[in-house]
T-cell receptor, first 113, second 114 residues
Framework: SQQGEEDPQALSIQEGENATMNCSYKTSINNLQWYRQNSGRGLVHLILIRSNEREKHSGRLRVTLDTSKKSSSLLITASRAADTASYFCATVHLGSSGSRLTFGEGTQLTVNP | DGGITQSPKYLFRKEGQNVTLSCEQNLNHDAMYWYRQDPGQGLRLIYYSQIVNDFQKGDIAEGYSVSREKKESFPLTVTSAQKNPTAFYLC?????????????FGPGTRLLVL
């Protein structure tokens, strides 16, 4: 399976702290994307990082990509209670058809007020 | 108001029954996807379509069928052959065939078996 793996499966922090989630994958990729899912809802795209990029920022989000280790991390700084959600990484693999994504199993983030 | 809509929000299936989940988008996107999500897990690809009148099986297509007669619509039928259909079903789309861009998701349909 090419499915990515997220680590940790669950993370509980206090408001204002930083949250770091990691993702590993098995085969070479074109790009890696992070999505957020609130309970019982659809996924919302957060950020996309291409295989030739090492770091990307968007507001309070920072994503890094290490293709040599086949891993990525998502950092959320100064977390808020509203950041409570599941976070998924998804990869587009080299040679895959179109924009087919392979999802990890997600990290459940709880931010306590 | 552009986006992807899925209906119904909840769907109940009796044993031996086929049910159809609706997915409509007014984003003018070429490619559409269906995923299944089980509790506490990630998404698994059921079927996808990169262009009208064409679709391909994903990783877990058995017991499901789709059609793509219009660009805007990509309905998913859960057949009686799918023995464990209880799950959360998500539809998504991307702008262009063959692109590697982000996917836009609908709000999902939760299917329950009576």
């Amino acid at each position: 399976s090419q499915q990515g793996e997220e680590d940790p499966q669950a993370l509980s922090i206090q408001e204002g702290e930083n949250a770091t989630m990691n993702c590993s994958y098995k085969t070479s990729i074109n790009n890696l994307q992070w999505y957020r899912q609130n309970s019982g809802r659809g996924l919302v795209h957060l950020i996309l990082i291409r295989s030739n990029e090492r770091e990307k920022h968007s507001g309070r989000l920072r994503v890094t990509l290490d293709t040599s280790k086949k891993s990525s991390s998502l950092l959320i700084t100064a977390s808020r209670a509203a950041d409570t959600a599941s976070y998924f990484c998804a990869t587009v693999h080299l040679g895959s058809s179109g924009s087919r994504l392979t999802f990890g199993e997600g990290t459940q983030l709880t931010v306590n007020p | 108001d552009g986006g992807i809509t899925q209906s119904p929000k909840y769907l109940f299936r009796k044993e031996g029954q086929n049910v159809t989940l609706s997915c409509e988008q007014n984003l003018n996107h070429d490619a559409m996807y269906w995923y299944r999500q089980d509790p506490g897990q990630g998404l698994r690809l059921i079927y996808y379509s990169q262009i009208v009148n064409d679709f391909q099986k994903g990783d877990i297509a058995e017991g499901y069928s789709v059609s793509r007669e219009k660009k805007e619509s990509f309905p998913l039928t859960v057949t009686s052959a799918q023995k464990n259909p209880t799950a959360f079903y998500l539809c998504a789309s991307t702008p262009r065939e063959g692109s590697q861009e982000t996917q836009y998701f609908g709000p999902g349909t939760r299917l329950l078996v009576l």
